[in-house]
């Protein structure tokens, strides 16, 4: 298998177990999370959806608490020489697939054991038409005809994405900055969820616009991102882990699965941005106001073309949408990053040292802190609590240096120079009212050359 595929199939995995690894959970919650796991419909890396027995992803947890990620890439069959042995049967394959595309592998599989009486496996034959450009994703490609997609239910699908708005002064760099807008709008009601402008694009304004959200609407069950920066990044998969929500990057290349936000983005710059820009826009805050305010007054009251209702109204018929507890939205914000406990007993972390407990140095350690919050820096070793990071200072362990004798006091010149420039003023101005200056310049050259002159 190729390696860039195995460690995609290994990410995978993680990301499917990643909740059942938490090691603060009890047997009786891992058993809940497992069956909670097992039946969830994943998105594989090949593009399909598929479910995993709880068996599997049992597997999955302990070879991961074993040997890691890499303990969860896949491995090569005891069979696949079977079809290279028998180069008839991968051709008789590979024309079964042609004839009708969406036959699956199991039943080619099935059709070369009843022709030829030998036993190939389902996921070998996968694998050799997948090598050999012959995978259903692939021939289906050329007639591929995208049909409308819409979530059942409000909150079952939440799509987000950066809509690049216009320059804005921002006062911490002196200078404008382009404006980013950070979207959530709702795959049923096409209610905008929440949206706000940003000067930077980054995972930290993505999850800060998906705290308040889920604050304001309740817990979504599916995150529909692209694979940009701000979306595909450790933190927000450990987020949607923590609060149960799956996460899903649209395919690299595929537009067509993103209709409903690109439209929305289309709206918005017509409907918001255009006349944003012929008003002026005199900051940051400004344009926020400004944007909430149309979001709730225009955007969720219109009537959608699509649906014949207004997205507030389409939204709420659903009901109330259950919320998340204070506690366990703070734990799933939290940013994680391992360090390595320095000689000093001290962690880098933000561009600070933070102290912590001597008995960790030369371990790693995980810290788990509020990124706009560093107040607060929870130290874990092996996944158990080993205190808190504090800011790390310097003590003084040398005596003080001794001081120098003390310069004794220059003796007075008695010279008053601004006296002396002023009664020269007086004197051209009680002339002829008028003052030379190229005069007043050699004057005060002759009276600081002066004490010069004495002194020598």
Not at 81 to 108: K, M, N, W, Y
Not at 445 to 455: F, G
Request: proline letters at 6%.
């Amino acid at each position: 298998m190729e390696p860039d595929r195995d460690e995609a199939i290994a990410v995978h995995r993680f990301g499917v177990i990643a909740e059942a690894t938490n090691e603060h959970l009890t047997k009786a919650e891992r058993g809940a999370v497992v069956r909670a796991i097992a039946e969830r419909r994943h998105l594989h890396p090949e593009g399909d959806e598929r479910r995993y027995s709880r068996s599997s992803i049992d597997r999955w947890v302990r070879a991961w608490r074993k040997g890691g990620l890499a303990a969860l890439r896949p491995t090569p069959r005891a069979d696949t020489g079977v079809l290279r042995a028998h180069p008839e049967l991968f051709d008789e394959a590979c024309a079964l697939r042609l004839e009708l595309p969406t036959r699956s592998a199991a039943q080619i599989a099935s059709i070369l054991y009843h022709r030829h009486g030998i036993t190939v496996a389902e996921r070998t034959v996968r694998e050799q038409l997948r090598r050999a450009g012959l995978h259903r994703e692939a021939l289906a490609a050329e007639s591929k005809a995208f049909g409308r997609y819409e979530a059942e239910h409000s909150n079952d699908r939440w799509i987000t994405d950066v809509l690049v708005g216009p320059f804005v002064p921002f006062p911490k760099l002196d200078a404008s900055v382009r404006a980013k807008l950070f979207l959530i709008v709702d795959d049923h009601s096409r209610l905008i969820v929440d949206g706000r402008f940003y000067a930077h694009e980054n995972a930290r304004a993505c999850q800060d616009l998906l705290r308040q959200a889920i604050g304001h609407r309740g817990l979504p069950r599916v995150l529909y991102a692209d694979n940009g920066a701000p979306f595909a990044n450790s933190w927000l998969t450990r987020t949607c882990a923590v609060l149960g929500i799956r996460l899903v990057h649209s395919a690299p290349y595929s537009p067509e699965g993103r209709g409903k936000q690109e439209r929305a983005n289309r709206y918005i710059r017509e409907a918001f941005l255009e006349e944003a820009m012929h008003r002026g826009i005199a900051s940051l805050e400004e344009l926020n106001d400004a944007f909430s305010a149309w979001v709730a007054q225009v955007a969720n009251r219109r009537i959608h073309a699509e649906t014949k209702q207004s997205p507030i109204e389409r939204y709420e018929a659903d009901g109330p949408h259950p919320g998340v507890a204070e506690d366990k939205l703070h734990e799933a914000f939290l940013w994680s990053v391992t360090r390595k406990v320095t000689r000093t007993a001290t962690v880098p972390l933000e561009g600070n040292a933070y102290a912590v407990d001597p008995a960790l140095v030369s371990r790693r350690v995980e810290l788990r802190y509020d990124p706009a919050d560093l107040t607060r820096i929870d130290v874990f070793y092996d996944g158990r609590p080993a205190g808190v990071a504090t800011p790390f200072v310097t003590k003084r362990h040398t005596h003080r240096a001794v001081p120098q004798a003390k310069r004794p006091d220059p003796e007075p010149t008695g010279i008053d120079y601004l006296a002396l420039v002023q009664k020269a003023h007086e004197e051209e101005a009680g002339t002829d009212g008028e003052i030379d200056f190229s005069q007043l310049q050699m004057f005060a050259a002759d009276v600081t050359e002066q004490p010069q002159a004495e002194q020598a």
